[in-house]
């Protein structure tokens, strides 16, 4: 325990409920989060239930290979995160470990975010953007591709903080500015992490399993 | 409630208090001092209060005639939307969770301070942020949707800068979501050791359950207001009926969050009083469990009435009759709370100080327009009056009559803690009067000419309406007089203000425990709890058996 002590933070007294209430914290914003999402999910379900055809139609249109490769990366990345986050919570000075794992999660974030790119260029090169170009006809079409755009991309805005806060915690790891062992910042990053992981779980069928289940 | 050495006066090193503790305009800015950031917090909120109150004089002073000609529709129609969005969002929902809250809160329940303290400065910092998009909507030509933002107006036919404003306020839905987290976690985690759930100040218990709301709701106002920004901005037709939206879905989400937001209102309201009354009437809280399960009903079932602002909107009929039933529900709550108040008050040795007259307002005026809400949640008295004056009065009978009389309570009651000083009883208690006054001379007639037909949100009329309207604007004059006169008294109180010493409010909360102003770790040792709250006598005994410093307080008083 003595090695924590250069943890500890205003106002706590004792590391072991500031580390507690780090993770309630966490855990409670995860909570609002889920609202969040589920908000966005519930828009999709009321349109989905109104052009039950149109959104089988306008999935077809996805790229089911782009997504299938981004959940298993992203999957990927939620296993190196897990494993950063024990072995800091290890306490067994395996700063290497954490930081090679820290690294390698925030690549595969990135990875994520660039299959991304390449499937949206080819969403828009299909003219999949709602508007007057719109490449399908059936009503209801353009409100799928309005919550794909929509839902996609503030799942990658949030990709994209998790993989700010990982890069922090992977950058200062390696340049020994900041202590890994114990530190409950990674435990706290890495519950993030797993939501915005958990959240394209929900994501895949909802996008791109439309329309094709026969 | 605490070991002798906090409660009596023995000797202790003279150190400065938290408004001592730095001066420099940099170290208030960046200051993680719970109690720095209520007042960075209160002195925004009363910006922002006034920059409301002066949308809405300029729509009184409008109304006063049947065919003003003050203003275009345009503008009157920008006014009441900068008015509306304005109040709830930049200064009712921060009001007293903000300022009192993050004030009080860790005084309360005995910690040094929030559990997250940075995160409570960048909660501030996105309130300013969200206020000052809301203010560049204002600024570049307005906005003129209403506080609701209803689409398909907002998304396809309005041309005012609607994007500037819902941008505003789901920036400032952020810092509240962040507050919420930062509460709920405080009040887990940072309790002093005998500080038990139920031996928590009914203000904390408010403030725990507001902070349930703030996190749950307001991430589903953040994707309403989105979702309308994506539709101007991006494009994007998720409400646009051409395309197959559906423009009442945006009402479901919208109202989702903006119902139990009410209760984000009026919970910590209900907390304030729930501290002032004891206080003054020197009784103990009648049915402490009550109130504590009241609230939890009310922030609970809160999340489940919203569709009783769409009975009209084309809603299943069947959901009607079930957010009706649940409206009518979330009222036994509320009437709980009203009878504890008034049973706190039976045999109690009262005395009106500033603080008591707002708290029993509060009573008066939650009261009138909680009954109004039972006429709204009928569904056939709710069709008459449905966008009418009536809705109006309700709901500001809650929400100014309610909130603002109890934040301006709360403010009057702990402002010698906050300060150390005291203000002059004689101009809070003719404020306070006034103020109710002033408060039902506007809104009632609006109550009388809501059931008779007028509609909100038109800025002529017919003349018969004239004599409520006139009778609302007079009181208006009045009301806003009321909400000046604290500026000045309070203000001189600062500099020229007695001493208030600990406790003067012979008050049993741990917060009086402290010195005032408190030390920036807000006490000099952790403070340990042995009892609970409230520790005035009970119904039937003299003040002679409260604990020996609260004894003989009236004489002391």
């Known amino acids: 325990m003595s090695e924590v002590t250069g943890l500890l933070r205003e106002p706590w007294e004792h590391f072991e409920r500031q580390r507690g209430a780090g993770k309630f914290g966490i855990w409670v914003f995860l909570a609002s989060e889920m609202l969040f999402f589920g908000a966005l999910i519930l828009t999709y379900a009321v349109c989905l239930i109104e052009h039950m055809d149109a959104f089988a139609a306008a999935g077809r249109e996805t790229n089911i290979w782009y997504g299938t490769s981004n959940t298993a990366i992203l999957l990927t990345s939620s296993l190196t995160m897990a494993v950063a986050s024990q072995a800091a919570a290890a306490g067994q000075h395996l700063r290497r470990l954490v930081v090679a794992c820290l690294t390698l999660t925030v690549a595969l974030g990135l990875a994520f975010l660039v299959v991304k790119g390449f499937e949206y260029k080819e969403d828009l090169d299909k003219h999949l953007w709602p508007g007057a170009q719109f490449a399908l006809h059936e009503p209801g079409a353009q409100l799928f591709y309005g919550l794909y755009w929509l839902i996609t991309g503030v799942h990658a805005i949030h990709l994209t903080i998790g993989i700010a806060l990982v890069g922090r915690l992977a950058l200062l790891g390696h340049l020994k500015k900041l202590q890994l062992d114990e530190n409950p910042e990674i435990e706290v990053t890495a519950l993030y992490w797993h939501l915005v992981d958990i959240i394209w779980i929900f994501l895949y069928p909802l996008i791109y399993l439309p329309g094709r289940v026969s | 409630m605490t070991d002798a050495l906090l409660a009596g006066d023995l000797p202790l090193p003279s150190r400065p208090n938290y408004l001592q503790h730095g001066t420099s305009v940099i170290s208030w800015l960046t200051t993680t001092d719970h109690k720095r950031i209520a007042i960075l917090y209160a002195i925004t909120i009363t910006i922002f209060f006034f920059l409301g109150g002066a949308a809405i004089t300029a729509v009184r002073l409008e109304l006063f005639v049947p065919n003003g000609g003050l203003f275009t529709s345009d503008t009157y129609n920008k006014l009441f939307s900068f008015h509306g969005i304005v109040m709830v969002w930049f200064f009712l929902v921060p009001s007293i969770p903000n300022t009192l809250g993050n004030f009080l809160l860790p005084l309360m329940i005995g910690a040094p301070d929030v559990a997250f303290p940075r995160l409570n400065l960048t909660s501030w910092y996105l309130t300013i942020a969200g206020g000052a998009f809301t203010v560049y909507a204002l600024v570049a030509g307005g906005v003129d949707t209403g506080w609701t933002f209803y689409t398909p107006y907002s998304t396809m036919f309005s041309n005012t800068h609607v994007f500037a404003a819902a941008a505003g306020v789901f920036v400032a839905g952020f810092a509240s979501i962040a507050t919420g987290v930062n509460f709920i976690a405080t ?23 507001t902070s349930i709301v703030m996190v749950l709701a307001t991430p589903v106002l953040a994707i309403s207001l989105m979702l309308v920004m994506a539709e101007r901005w991006l494009g994007l037709p998720i409400f646009d009926p051409a395309h197959g939206g559906d423009p009442i879905l945006f009402q479901h989400l919208f109202w989702f969050y903006s119902h139990p937001a009410v209760y984000i209102m009026v919970l910590p309201a209900m907390g304030v009083v729930s501290e002032i009354i004891p206080c003054f009437a020197r009784r103990r809280i009648f049915g402490y469990d009550f109130m504590v399960y009241a609230m939890i009903a009310i922030a609970g079932i809160g999340f489940f009435v919203w569709g009783h602002h769409m009975f009209v909107s084309g809603q299943s009929p069947y959901a009607s009759l079930i957010f009706s039933f649940l409206s009518f529900i979330i009222a036994v709550p509320s009437a709980i709370k009203v009878f504890n108040w008034t049973a706190s008050l039976y045999r109690g040795q009262i005395t009106f100080e500033a603080p008591m007259l707002y708290a029993l307002g509060f009573v008066g005026l939650f009261t009138t327009g909680g009954l109004s809400g039972l006429f709204l949640a009928s569904i056939p008295v709710d069709i008459h009056v ?47 009067i006034l103020m109710y006054f002033g408060f039902n001379m506007t809104f009632f007639p609006q109550f009388v000419a809501g059931y008779l037909g007028m509609p909100r949100r038109y800025h002529t009329y017919p003349p018969e309406f004239q004599v409520y309207n006139v009778m609302s604007s007079a009181g208006a004059a009045v009301l806003a007089a009321a909400y000046l006169l604290p500026l000045g008294y309070l203000a001189y109180s600062l500099f020229y203000g007695a001493r208030a010493g600990n406790n003067p409010w012979k008050a049993t909360g741990l917060e009086w425990t402290t010195s005032s102003p408190p030390p920036p770790k807000n006490f000099d040792r952790q403070p340990r709890v042995n009892r609970g709250p409230y520790d005035y006598h009970a119904e039937g005994q003299s003040a002679g058996t409260d604990v020996p410093e609260l004894q003989n307080a009236r004489e002391v008083r």
Do not use: C, N, Q
């Open chain 2, 187 to 209: 009040t887990h985690m940072l309790r002093a050791p005998g500080m038990t759930w139920f031996r928590l100040p009914l203000f904390v218990w408010a403030i725990y359950a």
């Open chain 2, 386 to 432: 449905t966008d009418t004056y009536f809705v109006v009065a309700h709901f500001h009978y809650i929400m100014v009559g309610g909130s603002v009389s109890a934040f301006f309570g709360g403010l009057h009651f702990w402002w010698p803690k906050i300060t150390g000083k005291l203000y002059s009883e004689w101009w809070a208690k003719f404020a306070a």
